[in-house]
């Protein structure tokens, strides 16, 4: 398979392991479902980069299962992350926000669906370390633009119409500065609970911090 | 006298061009002979029937939408089948596909005779004219029963609600008036005359390369109006706007199938993929959304019809303007780094795998827009029943610059046995504009 998707690799890093500094993002070890899902996006025009449009415009459902599940079957290590850039304080506000969410703007918090390790859940929900910060930066931004959408109901969307453009940079200082931890592979979670609807994701509604409204 | 003068010259000039408007309309008359009938056994409806595997419209109608290749232009990306939306750029503005499902803002309200009437006679149901985007100058061949079927498959899909958006085009391309002079130049209703001298299997291929496939659509130079030389030529041609090259039917040395055993054009057309080339760029499309859904039989009489194609070689006048290529050091560096390690050191490729690029046709292509776009964005061939899990070269746009392209590509231009023009960096440059599109 692995000679099969050598033009995944050309951007995304041998083995799709993905260069810390670079603006592709790792894709080897992400959850399969939510691999999956993002290829349908890209060929679908849910998501826009017309190199990866391009590239997957003419390939069925089943192919994009069988590349998904190759990455997702990756677990490599990973290097540390790049120094930390930005502000202390703004780090600060990006790992409250991640940790905790702000209930009173009605905002989960990312551990809530991403896992407290951050590490994302089987099969649909990815991990968040790992991640250039311009790459993180782009996707909540195009989110809360609606520049990137998901299968809906689109939940990433409703949390990122909720966040301003500091708290975006502060939560993508914060999390690209974490470490992966050596195993990174998402852990399937067959308690999960959301706090908000997901289209694409199989599990009930209802986390510890669902938002008021 | 001098006022007398003026007003008999200017009666004259009305006079010639009421008669030139009076022409004009004339020739855009709708064909007043055939408001239908058939074509002979052998080669329209009675042959679909056969080929769809069913007598029930609905099927054939499926079948022969299909080979009308009608999906692409009439879907958004990303949007319902057949719902229109796609903005079709031309060197004239913009043309937005219509909405063709079962809606009244699509085909409701019409009926055989209307849809008949586009097809055959390029009107739409009010009237209009309609720009030659869509490709009557070719379905005007096509028969009575075959439209009839089609209209009943698009009616029976899910009606779905969408406004079709009017066109974007310029000045004067957006008057009526325009498009009947360009008509009037350029089309006439026509039926598709079978050659009896000829095997039925070659009248079906040429029914369904010259009719539905409308293959010339892209495999022949249009003029400066826009207009192919006609349904008969397919000797090659720059796609405008998307910058593809779609090479010549015709000659042997581009795109010509003469010298290529049937099994290996039927495989190419069904599968994307031969043991002779593959299927890229807008050729993947065509795979993808039409041919491989065709019957064995009417890809071999596709074949049949091709590879009888009065041969004739491409004129190579713009290319020997430009100087020959050369293997310059910078160019066979850039090769051992990037592409090597699929394509071979000397360039023999991996079969079933990366394709080889000594001896391979498409490296001589004139222009050289198509290696361009390769390299530049890659490409996976069409997921197909024979190659599920094809495989995929990553695009090298974020990786090499114009003057590494050029490079790069003279490199594979003047080395193997190929003895193509150089690549400059300014061709390149003009194609990676189009692929950022």
Redesign the interface.
């Known amino acids: 398979m692995a000679?099969?998707?050598?033009?995944?690799?050309?951007?995304h890093g041998r083995e799709g392991h993905a260069a810390p500094d670079g603006y592709y993002p790792r894709i080897a070890g992400k959850p399969a479902g939510y691999l999956f899902n993002q290829l349908r996006n890209f060929r679908?025009?849910?998501r826009h980069y017309?190199?990866m449009?391009?590239?997957?415009?003419?390939?069925?459902d089943?192919?994009l299962r069988?590349i998904a599940a190759h990455f997702a079957s990756l677990d490599l290590p990973y290097p540390p992350p790049l120094a930390p850039v930005g502000s202390a304080a703004q780090r600060t506000a990006g790992e409250a926000l991640v940790r905790r969410g702000d209930a009173a703007r009605g905002l989960p918090a990312c551990n809530d669906c991403h896992g407290a390790q951050m590490t994302g859940r089987a099969p649909f929900i990815p991990g968040l370390l790992g991640l250039p910060r311009d790459y993180l930066n782009a996707q909540l931004g195009a989110w809360r633009s609606g520049q990137r959408r998901a299968q809906a109901p689109d939940c990433m969307a409703v949390v990122a119409a909720r966040l301003s453009p500091e708290d975006i940079g502060a939560v993508s200082a914060w999390l690209a500065a974490q470490p992966v931890p050596i195993h990174s592979a998402p852990p399937v979670d067959p308690q999960l609970r959301l706090p908000l609807p997901c289209g694409g994701v199989d599990a009930p509604i209802g986390g510890a911090s669902a938002p008021a409204r | 006298m001098k006022a007398r003068k003026t007003s008999i010259a200017l009666a004259v000039v009305a006079a010639v061009l009421l008669f030139l408007a009076a022409l004009v309309a004339w020739l855009n008359r709708d064909d007043p002979t055939r408001p239908g009938g058939d074509l002979p056994p052998g080669v329209g409806a009675n042959v679909a029937t056969a080929r769809a595997g069913s007598a029930d419209p609905v099927a054939r109608g499926e079948y022969l939408v299909r080979a009308g290749s009608c999906l692409g232009c009439h879907t958004e990306?990303?949007g319902e089948p057949y719902a229109g939306g796609r903005a079709i750029e031309t060197p004239f503005g913009i043309v937005n596909s219509p909405n063709i499902t079962a809606d009244v803002t699509g085909l409701a309200a019409w009926s055989n005779d209307d849809f008949w009437r586009a097809m055959h006679n390029g009107r739409s149901r009010d009237g209009r004219l309609l720009y030659p985007a869509f490709p009557y100058p070719n379905y005007t061949r096509l028969a009575r029963a075959d439209s009839d079927a089609m209209l009943a498959y698009l009616k029976s899909l899910a009606p779905v609600a969408r406004k079709s958006r009017p066109h974007e085009l310029r000045f004067p391309f957006d008057q009526q008036a325009s498009l009947a002079v360009w008509r009037a130049l350029f089309f006439r209703p026509a039926r598709f005359e079978t050659d009896p001298a000829r095997p039925a299997s070659w009248n079906r291929g040429a029914y369904l390369v010259e009719t539905l496939g409308h293959c010339n659509a892209c495999h022949s130079r249009r003029n400066v109006f826009g207009a192919t030389a006609g349904p008969l030529d397919l000797a090659g041609g720059l796609i405008p706007v998307q910058n593809w090259y779609a090479p010549s039917l015709t000659d042997n040395a581009e795109a010509g199938v003469g010298d290529w055993p049937e099994r290996e054009i039927v495989a190419f057309l069904k599968h994307g993929l031969s043991a002779r080339g593959s299927a890229q760029g807008p050729m993947?499309?065509v795979?993808?959304r039409s041919t491989r859904y065709l019957s064995d039989d009417d890809l071999a009489a596709m074949a049949v019809y091709l590879v009888a194609l009065p041969s004739g070689k491409v004129d190579r006048a713009d290319e020997r303007k430009s100087p020959p290529a050369s293997a310059s050091e910078r160019g066979a560096k850039l090769y051992a780094t990037h592409c090597a390690s699929?394509h071979g050191e000397k360039g023999e490729g991996v079969a079933g795998?990366y394709p080889a690029l000594a001896g391979n046709r498409a490296v001589d292509l004139s222009p050289p827009a198509n290696l361009v776009h390769m390299v530049l964005?890659?490409?996976?061939?069409?997921?197909t029943a024979g190659n599920?899990?094809?495989?995929?070269?990553?695009?090298?746009?974020?990786?090499l610059s114009d003057a590494d392209v050029a490079d790069v590509l003279s490199f594979l231009r003047a080395s193997w046995g190929h003895r193509a023009a150089a690549v400059s960096t300014l061709e390149v440059r003009r194609y990676r504009g189009a692929?950022?599109?």
């Open positions: 000679q099969r998707v050598l033009a995944c690799t050309g951007c679908d025009q849910r017309a190199l449009s391009g590239l997957l415009e003419f390939l069925d089943d192919y069988e | 990306p990303g993947a499309e795979v993808a699929c795998a964005r890659g490409g996976y061939l069409p997921t599920p899990r094809p495989f995929g070269m990553p695009p090298f746009a974020t990786v692929a950022s599109r």
